[in-house]
T-cell receptor, first 113, second 110 residues
Framework: QQQVKQSPQSLIVQKGGIPIINCAYENTAFDYFPWYQQFPGKGPALLIAIRPDVSEKKEGRFTISFNKSAKQFSLHIMDSQPGDSATYFCAARLTDSWGKLQFGAGTQVVVTP | NAGVTQTPKFRVLKTGQSMTLLCAQDMNHEYMYWYRQDPGMGLRLIHYSVGEGTTAKGEVPDGYNVSRLKKQNFLLGLESAAPSQTSVYFC?????????FGPGTRLTVL
């Protein structure tokens, strides 16, 4: 039973488009929401993260939007590039859980030239 | 800094064989984790450790054992491998919120 539900499973956008990946959770005890980027054959790498008391965070072309009341958060990739083609995972950390993360199932993003 | 390293990178086992995967980190992190990654299922936590000499079960611990004899190393053992353990295994370490992952070990059990 996945505590963090991620959608879509995959998406294809043209260069310059804005892929949007959505995640939803039920447990209100989550206190940290990171996104990871994974290229084929590599380990996941931390991309950007947000706390639940913040509604939006931007780092370069990556933006997280967080809706605490709806228990949803999303990743937007602005001006997407072919090099952004990767699998993206959202995650959530339970308070006082020794840093353990619950991961979404992942979204494969393909950015075409 | 090498970060988090894992050995081996690839391994093929026959059903019933045993093996140990090694994870090492040079960031002086207290927390370490072992995950498995299967298509469409994200990353699932197998075991974790909150410090040298301590280990605990994660979401999918059956068939695996772990040890953390030194702070920098976290070992994952399969005593009797099964085809259901065919997967990609990732180790991660953390000092607070962010987890840093190794490059993974691709294990095939025939």
């Amino acid at each position: 039973q996945q505590q963090v539900k991620q959608s879509p499973q995959s998406l294809i956008v043209q260069k310059g488009g804005i892929p949007i990946i959505n995640c939803a959770y039920e447990n209100t005890a989550f206190d940290y929401f990171p996104w990871y980027q994974q290229f084929p054959g590599k380990g996941p790498a931390l991309l950007i993260a947000i706390r639940p008391d913040v509604s939006e965070k931007k780092e370069g072309r990556f933006t997280i939007s967080f809706n605490k009341s709806a228990k949803q958060f999303s990743l937007h990739i602005m001006d997407s590039q072919p090099g952004d083609s990767a699998t993206y995972f959202c995650a959530a950390r339970l308070t006082d859980s020794w840093g353990k993360l619950q991961f979404g199932a992942g979204t494969q993003v393909v950015v075409t030239p | 800094n090498a970060g988090v390293t894992q050995t081996p990178k690839f391994r093929v086992l026959k059903t019933g064989q045993s093996m140990t995967l090694l994870c090492a980190q040079d960031m002086n992190h207290e927390y370490m984790y072992w995950y498995r990654q299967d298509p469409g299922m994200g990353l699932r936590l197998i075991h974790y450790s909150v410090g040298e000499g301590t280990t605990a079960k994660g979401e999918v611990p059956d068939g695996y054992n772990v040890s953390r004899l030194k702070k920098q190393n976290f070992l994952l053992g399969l005593e009797s491998a099964a085809p259901s353990q065919t997967s990609v295994y990732f180790c991660a370490s953390s000092y607070s919120r962010a987890q840093y992952f190794g490059p993974g070990t691709r294990l095939t059990v025939l």
